[in-house]
């Protein structure tokens, strides 16, 4: 199979609801969506840093080397965390845009507005529950995002389909 079939293949069809919004902003820019399946398993194994990571991370990008962009949106919660290795593989001509921290932002302006902000000094809790056994994307989390977490509580689910 050609290298141009398989970058078809991963082409997601449509332009999901990043693309859509750029072009509802600017219909003239260029945009592409590219599926990158592997990545949230290689964040949940961990592997931030990982050989296999950068080689997967070189496969994926290739073609916005070969026909380069000036843009990136990491549009999964998963991806921020891969944001040094997308970064070095794409150079540091290329803007990497966070759609967790932008989304971070707009609930942070959402409870202003409705004036629901804590206190800045305010000093939250952070309480856990999962339906599984916690596995290594925990550990990554709780690292990445620098968490200070008590006993994580693994508890059925309250309404099965």
């Not at 293949?9 to 919004?21: F, K, N, Y």
């Not at 593989?89 to 967790?100: I, K, N, P, R, W």
């Amino acid at each position: 199979m050609a290298s141009d079939d398989l970058l078809e293949q991963r082409h997601r069809p449509g332009l999901g609801v990043h693309g859509r919004a750029i072009r509802a902003e600017n219909p003239d820019v260029r945009v592409t969506a590219l599926a990158c399946p592997l990545f949230v398993p290689m964040v949940e194994e961990g592997w931030i840093d990982h050989e296999a990571t950068h080689l997967i991370a070189e496969e994926y990008l290739a073609p916005f080397v070969k026909d380069p962009i000036d843009t990136l949106v990491l549009g999964c919660t998963h991806y921020p965390l891969l944001r040094e290795a997308i970064g070095r593989f794409l150079g540091e001509s290329v803007t990497l845009v966070d759609s967790a921290q932008n989304c971070a932002t707009a609930v942070m302006r959402l409870l202003e507005e409705e004036d629901l902000r804590a206190d800045l000094d305010a000093v939250g809790q952070l309480s856990v529950a999962l339906t599984d056994p916690p596995d290594a994307f925990l550990d990554v989390a709780i690292e990445a995002l620098q968490l200070d977490l008590g006993p994580v509580q693994v508890r059925p689910v309250l309404h099965p389909r």
